[in-house]
């Protein structure tokens, strides 16, 4: 009878779930961001693929505009100098070339209500589903080969998933009326008044991206302790940012654990919040050497939910021809 | 059908209703024999219209180990797997309104809640049959009906069985059965553990297309003889099942997502019956069936090996349901004529989500029955009767059957039955809104499925071979789709159609029993006219060498492309699974008196694992092919080696 227990005990305690077998750490990898005032205004990254990296084909737009489906924000290029102003009137014709541009106060944004994103403000009542335009007429201006070129712009509706405006010259020699579809493959419309039509492939299809490293204005008096960068007129401010794709936009930040030491379980009980864009997150200004430099204790966690990564800026280094060069590294969790 | 035939059934494989081929010696001498059996007997008034009867045996050369494994030996169902769910089905009907009895007793509660049938040990059983709509007490899912047997009470004071079962795919199966008696008191107790190895989707990756599971299983079976006309039975089936599903490993990273599910299942079933006259017996019996099925998501590092639960919604529902059971019966059996009349109380209710919104997720339903059947001489046998059951949420049904059975010459027999039947909505369309199945809004007051059947069988009976044809004939209406609300109606309708045809030779050396089956299937009568065929063809043999103490066996089960329809969102689609073959053989050798038995075993000789399964989208003029699926029809080819030994 003991025979039978004991072929029985092996019978019972053999053929058992196989273990996993080990593997390494994940690996950190690293990539450069080149960003240039004048050149290359944004780039482009994909956290999964760090080889899958793009830049901005092109500064020769004007106006941007958001293509999520609830979203109409509506932002001007600063760093080219984009600049506007509200009329407060609604009569397009009201407006030109007798208005007295010379005592124009410019600005490059105008701030939402809400106090988030420049833009060119509260162009309409956004409780509706297709937004009502208060139809005010703004000018647009920008610099010229000899001096500053402006427009009239007047947004007349939004719906069925397209921006309606009309544009034209102060003098009326240009008066057009154009619809601007969403495109949901692409985070942003473009527009350009120099060519007078849709800015085609600024940017790479959204699901190309996760990041997009750029420059983005804000106020100086919100954020005076953080380098900017004096491209334009003192009173703005133009900052290092991070734009970030709507399918990876939540977003927390720790400096308690070490880029080398996290892991899924540390990321995954961070407090994270739904976020657009980032202002000069890596970025530290060294008032006695008087740089930029970067912290690299600062991570900065993104996640759609499933995926997970973790982001350290390694490096800066900034040049004088507007070059800015930001080392990442980044780990998949 | 009365104890005493049921009882028969039992002894001697059923063949016919009407006993024109016995004498009546013959039968006196069976009926003395068995009375006392019948009495006693668990079974229940069923009809035994047997298409297909599988023995243990076959269920051994199969290296079937659970019911799962061993619904995929029977003629007329077709299985597949696609992710974590194995799809089980006959035609148009899926498990849903197929009964599954264990010794008489509803062994999947009402079938409508996804029960995991690898949860259900098959080695204790002695046996399994499929009947086509039989004129049976049950209203619910008896369209067609498959009954499970344990071997019959032993009167020997101890026995023993054993078995294990070791394969190449890692595979390990034990077993013991003990039995005891002192006349008065008998126990029977089974204890089991099984362990199946995953199903890889590719050599060499993490990932599984069916997960290791591991199961143990403690069954026990106890009769109290009380008086000589007085029986106490309780059993009890308890089961706990593991099981792991790997995922790949997530791209870049160390990190897996993996899907375990435990489920526990316990039952208890309890029978008192008393003779109250020469020919009544009155049977009080009763059962409390829980499942609880937990599916966990877990994160896992494999550098470091921490894991931890996730606790999204994006898992598969854990689930778990109790279920109770009453039933009163009166039997009357007499010479020509013999009837049933009793009543039945059972109650479902959830005990995860005990409640949703405020709204209480169970439902009852009583119901009262009699059936009736008269012989009229050797040649004319009447059975019919009819069901009221009602429902606490859906209201009262009226179910009737009826079944004419001729016997013109000796060896022939033609029967012809008619019978309605119900299944209730699926647990989750009825109670679990959309935030929590992430789908479709249910609906608590979902009518069940109705099916009229109808069964036309032609049997041929001699000495040495058996028979039979038929048409089984299926008219399903109020089956449970999606409506343009997004939430369930009962608009759909289906019909199906098997012709069949099989054939049983047998003599004290070989048992061989072909089968031929044509599905037509019209999956969406409401909606559109594709009628889809589908052929199959299933051979079971057996052959003893004699003064040998060698047996040899195989199973083949050869099915042809199948064809289904569902309608989603107004658009038709259409699922075309690929063809399939499947081939096991085993041969076995007894020694020591028949006491020791060693068999070798090969499972899915063609190695056919995996057949795509295509989905169409069906317009007006012709079918676009948007997406193909790989689907698991059977694990890898598997070499068994069986030891089995017994003191009888």
């Given at each position: 009878?003991?025979?039978?227990?004991?072929?029985?005990?092996?019978?019972?305690?053999?053929?058992?779930?196989?273990?996993?077998?080990?593997?390494?750490?994940?690996?950190?990898n690293?990539t450069?961001v080149r960003l240039?005032?004048?050149?290359n205004q944004a780039a482009y990254l994909s956290l999964s693929e760090l080889s899958r990296s793009y830049d901005s084909t092109g500064s020769d737009w004007h106006l941007r505009f958001e293509n999520e489906t609830n979203g109409w924000g509506i932002f001007l290029n600063t760093l080219?100098?984009?600049?506007?102003?509200?009329?407060?009137?609604?009569?397009?014709?009201?407006?030109?070339?007798?208005?007295?541009?010379?005592?124009?106060?410019?600005?490059?944004?105008?701030?939402?209500?809400?106090?988030f994103t420049p833009a060119?403000?509260?162009?309409?009542?956004f409780?509706?589903t297709?937004p009502?335009?208060?139809?005010?007429?703004?000018?647009?201006?920008?610099?010229?080969?000899?001096?500053?070129?402006?427009?009239?712009?007047?947004?007349?509706?939004a719906?069925n998933g397209s921006y309606?405006?009309?544009?034209?010259?102060?003098?009326?020699?240009?008066?057009?009326?154009?619809w601007l579809p969403k495109d949901e493959q692409y985070r942003f419309g473009y527009f350009s008044?120099?060519?007078?039509e849709i800015s085609k492939a600024i940017e790479p299809k959204k699901s190309r991206w996760d990041v997009c490293f750029t420059f983005l204005?804000?106020?100086?008096?919100?954020?005076?302790?953080?380098?900017?960068?004096?491209?334009?007129?003192?009173?703005?401010?133009?900052?290092q940012g991070i734009l970030l794709n709507e399918q990876l936009n939540q977003v927390a930040?720790?400096?308690?654990?070490?880029?080398?030491?996290?892991?899924?379980?540390?990321?995954?009980?961070?407090?994270y919040n739904k976020q657009k864009e980032l202002y000069?997150l890596?970025?530290?200004?060294?008032?006695?050497?008087?740089?930029?430099?970067?912290?690299?204790?600062?991570?900065l966690y993104l996640t759609d939910g499933s995926r997970y990564f973790a982001i350290?800026?390694?490096?800066?280094?900034?040049?004088?021809?507007?070059?800015?060069?930001t080392?990442l590294?980044v780990?998949q969790l | 059908?009365?104890?005493?035939?049921?009882?028969?059934?039992?002894?001697?494989?059923?063949?016919?209703?009407?006993?024109?081929?016995?004498?009546?010696?013959?039968?006196?001498?069976?009926?003395?024999?068995?009375?006392?059996?019948?009495?006693?007997?668990?079974?229940?008034?069923?009809?035994?219209?047997?298409?297909?009867?599988?023995?243990?045996?076959?269920?051994?050369?199969?290296?079937?180990?659970?019911?799962?494994?061993?619904?995929?030996?029977?003629?007329?169902?077709?299985?597949?797997?696609?992710?974590?769910?194995?799809?089980?089905?006959?035609?148009?009907?899926?498990?849903?309104?197929?009964?599954?009895?264990?010794?008489?007793?509803?062994?999947?509660?009402?079938?409508?809640?996804?029960?995991?049938?690898?949860?259900?040990?098959?080695?204790?059983?002695?046996?399994?049959?499929?009947?086509?709509?039989?004129?049976?007490?049950?209203?619910?899912?008896?369209?067609?009906?498959?009954?499970?047997?344990?071997?019959?009470?032993?009167?020997?004071?101890?026995?023993?069985?054993?078995?294990?079962?070791?394969?190449?795919?890692?595979?390990?199966?034990?077993?013991?059965?003990?039995?005891?008696?002192?006349?008065?008191?008998?126990?029977?107790?089974?204890?089991?553990?099984?362990?199946?190895?995953?199903?890889?989707?590719?050599?060499?990756?993490?990932?599984?297309?069916?997960?290791?599971?591991?199961?143990?299983?403690?069954?026990?079976?106890?009769?109290?003889?009380?008086?000589?006309?007085?029986?106490?039975?309780?059993?009890?089936?308890?089961?706990?099942?593991?099981?792991?599903?790997?995922?790949?490993?997530l791209p870049g990273?160390?990190?897996?997502?993996?899907?375990?599910?435990?489920?526990?299942?316990?039952?208890?079933?309890?029978?008192?019956?008393?003779?109250?006259?020469?020919?009544?017996?009155?049977?009080?019996?009763?059962?409390?069936?829980?499942?609880?099925?937990?599916?966990?998501?877990?994160?896992?590092?494999?550098?470091?090996?921490?894991?931890?639960?996730?606790?999204?919604?994006e898992?598969?529902?854990?689930?778990?349901?109790?279920?109770?059971?009453?039933?009163?019966?009166?039997?009357?059996?007499?010479?020509?004529?013999?009837?049933?009349?009793?009543?039945?109380?059972?109650?479902?209710?959830?005990?995860?989500?005990?409640?949703?919104?405020?709204?209480?997720?169970?439902?009852?339903?009583?119901?009262?029955?009699?059936?009736?059947?008269?012989?009229?001489?050797?040649?004319?046998?009447?059975?019919?009767?009819?069901?009221?059951?009602?429902?606490?949420?859906?209201?009262?049904?009226?179910?009737?059957?009826?079944?004419?059975?001729?016997?013109?010459?000796?060896?022939?027999?033609?029967?012809?039955?008619?019978?309605?039947?119900?299944?209730?909505?699926?647990?989750?369309?009825?109670?679990?809104?959309?935030?929590?199945?992430?789908?479709?809004?249910?609906?608590?007051?979902?009518?069940?499925?109705?099916?009229?059947?109808?069964?036309?069988?032609?049997?041929?009976?001699?000495?040495?071979?058996?028979?039979?044809?038929?048409?089984?004939?299926?008219?399903?209406?109020?089956?449970?789709?999606?409506?343009?609300?997004?939430?369930?109606?009962?608009?759909?309708?289906?019909?199906?159609?098997?012709?069949?045809?099989?054939?049983?030779?047998?003599?004290?050396?070989?048992?061989?029993?072909?089968?031929?089956?044509?599905?037509?299937?019209?999956?969406?009568?409401?909606?559109?006219?594709?009628?889809?065929?589908?052929?199959?063809?299933?051979?079971?043999?057996?052959?003893?060498?004699?003064?040998?103490?060698?047996?040899?066996?195989?199973?083949?089960?050869?099915?042809?492309?199948?064809?289904?329809?569902?309608?989603?969102?107004?658009?038709?689609?259409?699922?075309?699974?690929?063809?399939?073959?499947?081939?096991?053989?085993?041969?076995?050798?007894?020694?020591?008196?028949?006491?020791?038995?060693?068999?070798?075993?090969?499972?899915?000789?063609?190695?056919?694992?995996?057949?795509?399964?295509?989905?169409?989208?069906?317009?007006?003029?012709?079918?676009?092919?948007?997406?193909?699926?790989?689907?698991?029809?059977?694990?890898?080819?598997?070499?068994?080696?069986?030891?089995?030994?017994?003191?009888?």
């Amino acid at each position: 009878m003991r025979i039978y227990t004991y072929i029985s005990l092996l019978f019972l305690l053999s053929a058992c779930f196989e273990p996993d077998e080990m593997l390494p750490k994940s690996k950190i990898n690293t990539t450069t961001v080149r960003l240039n005032t004048s050149k290359n205004q944004a780039a482009y990254l994909s956290l999964s693929e760090l080889s899958r990296s793009y830049d901005s084909t092109g500064s020769d737009w004007h106006l941007r505009f958001e293509n999520e489906t609830n979203g109409w924000g509506i932002f001007l290029n600063t760093l080219s100098r984009v600049a506007i102003h509200n009329t407060k009137s609604t009569y397009f014709d009201s407006v030109n070339e007798y208005y007295d541009v010379q005592q124009v106060e410019w600005q490059f944004d105008i701030s939402t209500s809400d106090g988030f994103t420049p833009a060119i403000g509260e162009w309409g009542d956004f409780s509706f589903t297709n937004p009502k335009s208060f139809k005010n007429v703004y000018l647009v201006s920008w610099p010229g080969e000899l001096s500053r070129q402006v427009y009239k712009l007047q947004i007349l509706d939004a719906k069925n998933g397209s921006y309606h405006f009309r544009y034209g010259t102060l003098d009326g020699s240009l008066d057009k009326t154009i619809w601007l579809p969403k495109d949901e493959q692409y985070r942003f419309g473009y527009f350009s008044f120099k060519s007078n039509e849709i800015s085609k492939a600024i940017e790479p299809k959204k699901s190309r991206w996760d990041v997009c490293f750029t420059f983005l204005s804000d106020s100086l008096s919100k954020r005076e302790n953080l380098p900017y960068l004096p491209t334009l007129e003192a009173e703005i401010g133009l900052y290092q940012g991070i734009l970030l794709n709507e399918q990876l936009n939540q977003v927390a930040i720790d400096t308690l654990v070490s880029l080398e030491d996290t892991d899924f379980f540390y990321a995954k009980n961070l407090p994270y919040n739904k976020q657009k864009e980032l202002y000069s997150l890596f970025y530290t200004f060294n008032k006695d050497s008087r740089k930029i430099e970067v912290n690299t204790k600062l991570i900065l966690y993104l996640t759609d939910g499933s995926r997970y990564f973790a982001i350290r800026a390694s490096n800066f280094t900034q040049s004088q021809d507007g070059t800015f060069i930001t080392e990442l590294n980044v780990k998949q969790l | 059908m009365d104890e005493l035939d049921q009882c028969l059934s039992i002894i001697v494989v059923p063949k016919k209703t009407v006993p024109h081929l016995k004498s009546k010696k013959h039968i006196l001498r069976k009926l003395l024999f068995c009375s006392c059996l019948a009495f006693f007997s668990l079974c229940s008034a069923e009809d035994s219209t047997v298409f297909f009867r599988l023995d243990k045996e076959e269920i051994i050369l199969a290296n079937a180990q659970n019911l799962e494994e061993a619904l995929a030996l029977i003629p007329g169902l077709s299985q597949y797997t696609l992710g974590l769910e194995t799809n089980t089905h006959f035609s148009t009907l899926d498990l849903s309104q197929i009964a599954i009895l264990k010794d008489g007793y509803p062994l999947l509660m009402d079938q409508n809640i996804g029960y995991d049938l690898q949860s259900i040990p098959v080695w204790d059983l002695a046996y399994l049959e499929v009947d086509f709509s039989p004129i049976s007490t049950l209203a619910k899912n008896s369209t067609i009906i498959i009954r499970l047997y344990t071997r019959e009470f032993l009167d020997k004071a101890f026995w023993m069985e054993t078995g294990v079962t070791n394969t190449t795919n890692n595979d390990l199966h034990a077993n013991v059965l003990l039995g005891f008696s002192n006349k008065v008191h008998t126990l029977q107790t089974g204890l089991g553990r099984s362990f199946t190895g995953a199903v890889y989707n590719l050599a060499g990756l993490r990932s599984t297309a069916t997960g290791g599971a591991e199961r143990y299983d403690m069954n026990l079976q106890y009769k109290y003889r009380i008086l000589k006309s007085m029986e106490l039975n309780i059993r009890s089936d308890n089961s706990r099942l593991e099981v792991r599903n790997k995922s790949s490993i997530l791209p870049g990273r160390s990190r897996v997502q993996d899907i375990n599910q435990q489920l526990n299942r316990n039952l208890l079933y309890g029978a008192l019956k008393t003779q109250v006259s020469k020919n009544h017996t009155l049977t009080l019996d009763g059962q409390v069936h829980r499942l609880k099925n937990e599916i966990t998501l877990i994160d896992k590092d494999l550098h470091s090996g921490k894991a931890e639960e996730n606790l999204t919604n994006e898992k598969p529902l854990s689930t778990g349901y109790d279920y109770g059971y009453m039933r009163l019966k009166l039997n009357a059996s007499q010479k020509r004529l013999n009837y049933t009349i009793g009543l039945e109380l059972s109650n479902t209710s959830d005990n995860t989500y005990k409640t949703i919104n405020g709204i209480k997720n169970s439902y009852g339903d009583y119901a009262a029955f009699g059936h009736i059947g008269y012989q009229y001489r050797n040649t004319v046998k009447l059975q019919g009767g009819t069901r009221l059951i009602n429902n606490s949420l859906t209201g009262s049904f009226l179910l009737p059957s009826l079944k004419i059975t001729l016997a013109p010459q000796e060896q022939l027999e033609i029967s012809g039955a008619y019978s309605q039947a119900i299944s209730y909505p699926l647990f989750d369309q009825q109670f679990y809104p959309a935030s929590l199945t992430g789908d479709v809004t249910n609906d608590i007051l979902l009518s069940p499925t109705i099916n009229n059947t109808i069964h036309v069988k032609l049997t041929i009976d001699n000495a040495l071979i058996t028979g039979s044809t038929g048409i089984l004939h299926v008219r399903s209406a109020d089956i449970p789709r999606t409506n343009e609300n997004n939430s369930y109606s009962n608009t759909g309708k289906s019909t199906s159609t098997t012709t069949y045809a099989s054939l049983n030779f047998s003599n004290k050396y070989i048992s061989i029993k072909p089968s031929a089956l044509i599905h037509g299937s019209n999956y969406l009568r409401d909606t559109s006219g594709f009628t889809f065929f589908h052929p199959e063809i299933n051979i079971l043999a057996q052959a003893q060498i004699p003064n040998t103490g060698l047996h040899l066996g195989f199973i083949g089960r050869f099915l042809g492309e199948n064809t289904s329809s569902l309608l989603s969102d107004n658009l038709i689609y259409q699922e075309e699974q690929n063809g399939t073959q499947q081939l096991s053989a085993y041969v076995k050798y007894s020694l020591f008196a028949d006491r020791l038995h060693l068999s070798l075993s090969v499972t899915n000789i063609y190695d056919e694992r995996r057949i795509a399964r295509n989905t169409y989208l069906a317009n007006e003029v012709d079918r676009e092919l948007i997406d193909t699926a790989q689907t698991i029809v059977a694990k890898p080819r598997t070499y068994a080696i069986r030891v089995a030994y017994a003191i009888l």
